[in-house]
């Protein structure tokens, strides 16, 4: 008995995801506070992502976003069923996390999710404006704003 293999994944993405695991992971932990979602969020996007990689023009920015997509999902989906960022991290494994990293986590789960992902994207997976805003279906002033109040609530909430 023959064992099937799995699908043959395009090389670009194989070496794409390869370069950037650690920080897809990272951006869509500090989106969605759950390493375990996280993870699930990276593992999603690739089957949706192999399927259109041909007649993609920007492979980095097209898996970004169905990472991002993913993760804001799942932290949809952890909000409605646990009060996301009033009891610290959701993450499954905090002994893992640098109290740093925890730290981090809490502060950016207190923002709204726009602002949260705009500050991701720029700061954490080095998009620009532009790229951000159509993410997020947003002019560029508003994501500059997101941007900028996001910043400034996560300051004052770190100064407590």
């Known amino acids: 008995m023959a ?3 799995g699908p043959r994944w395009p090389d670009g993405l194989v070496e794409l995801y390869r370069a950037e695991r650690t920080k897809l992971v990272r951006a869509a932990f500090l989106i969605c506070g759950s390493v375990a979602a996280a993870e699930d969020a990276v593992h999603d996007a690739l089957p949706r992502v192999a399927t259109r990689w041909d007649s993609v023009e920007n ?3 097209y898996l970004y976003t169905a990472v991002v997509n993913a993760a804001r999902d799942a932290a949809r989906r952890s909000r409605r069923s646990v009060s996301f ?3 610290g991290p959701v993450s499954d494994d905090p002994a893992q996390l640098s109290e740093e990293s925890m ?4 502060t950016l789960a207190k923002l709204p999710e726009r602002q949260r992902t705009a500050i991701v994207l720029r700061y954490f ?6 790229e951000i805003a159509q993410q997020l279906g947003a002019r560029l002033p508003t994501v ?4 900028h109040r996001g ?4 300051r004052e909430e770190m100064e407590r």
């Open 3 to 5: 064992v099937a293999s």
């Open 59 to 61: 492979g980095r920015a």
């Open 85 to 87: 960022g009033e009891t």
């Open 103 to 106: 730290h981090l986590q809490r």
């Open 125 to 130: 997976a080095d998009w620009n404006d532009d």
């Open 144 to 147: 500059r704003s997101l941007i």
């Open 151 to 154: 910043v400034a609530r996560m």
